[in-house]
T-cell receptor, first 114, second 116 residues
Framework: NAGVTQTPKFRVLKTGQSMTLLCAQD?????MYWYRQDPGMGLRLIHY???????AKGEVPDGYNVSRLKKQNFLLGLESAAPSQTSVYFC?????????????FGPGTRLTVL | AQSVAQPEDQVNVAEGNPLTVKCTYS??????LFWYVQYPNRGLQFLLK????DNLVKGSYGFEAEFNKSQTSFHLKKPSALVSDSALYFC??????????????WGLGTSLAVNP
């Protein structure tokens, strides 16, 4: 049971390049989330998904797109990277049961945009 | 609006001393409250949560948190700090806004430094 995994772990992009971050979970969770973490700003939700085939915007969605074609995978895309997207990106997943909501996090992807 | 506040950016304690990391919240209705820890260059790890029941919640690594409804607080505590507890700690509350979105509202984090 690997939990939540993210690939790649590190990436350096030039402004205008595109890339896709992959998140995979093997816990059969319905909900998945993409966050970015920046110094002094805590965690900010980019996009999330409440089930296969669904996505929704979080608080900072601009410049990002997501897809959830399979229940276990949640992809985050940057179509045209900007230096402001330099950050550490975390994926998380959670159960749907009412009394839980514990989110389980991946190890993160450190992205630098030059 | 719902919110979570961690009033201290950094907390310093000596090893062996008790530690407290503060969290206050503002939500409508009954809160679901969480504490997470982030060690350097790692993802966040779940420590404990309060959903209902006893106000004192016990979690991983000897941590506990006390829910105080009148003070709208959920402070994280440990009786005897270890150097290995040095990390970034996040408080979060479930977003009970419209829709079944299961989102969490996060505090900005508190950096805990335990000195030997």
């Amino acid at each position: 049971n690997a939990g939540v995994t993210q690939t790649p772990k590190f990436r350096v992009l030039k402004t205008g390049q595109s890339m896709t971050l992959l998140c995979a979970q093997d816990m059969n969770h319905e909900y998945m989330y993409w966050y970015r973490q920046d110094p002094g700003m805590g965690l900010r939700l980019i996009h999330y998904s409440v089930g296969e085939g669904t996505t929704a915007k979080g608080e900072v969605p601009d410049g990002y797109n997501v897809s959830r074609l399979k229940k276990q995978n949640f992809l985050l895309g940057l179509e045209s990277a900007a230096p402001s997207q330099t950050s550490v990106y975390f994926c998380a997943s959670s159960y749907t049961v009412e009394s839980t909501d514990t989110q389980y996090f991946g190890p993160g992807t450190r992205l630098t945009v030059l | 609006a719902q919110s979570v506040a961690q009033p201290e950016d950094q907390v310093n304690v000596a090893e062996g001393n008790p530690l407290t990391v503060k969290c206050t919240y503002s939500v409508s209705g009954n809160p679901y409250l969480f504490w997470y820890v982030q060690y350097p260059n790692r993802g966040l790890q779940f420590l404990l949560k309060y959903i209902t029941g006893d106000n004192l919640v016990k979690g991983s690594y000897g941590f506990e948190a006390e829910f105080n409804k009148s003070q709208t607080s959920f402070h994280l505590k440990k009786p005897s700090a270890l150097v290995s507890d040095s990390a970034l700690y996040f408080c979060a509350v479930r977003d009970v806004g419209a829709g079944n979105n299961r989102k969490l509202i996060w505090g900005l984090g508190t950096s805990l430094a335990v000195n030997p």
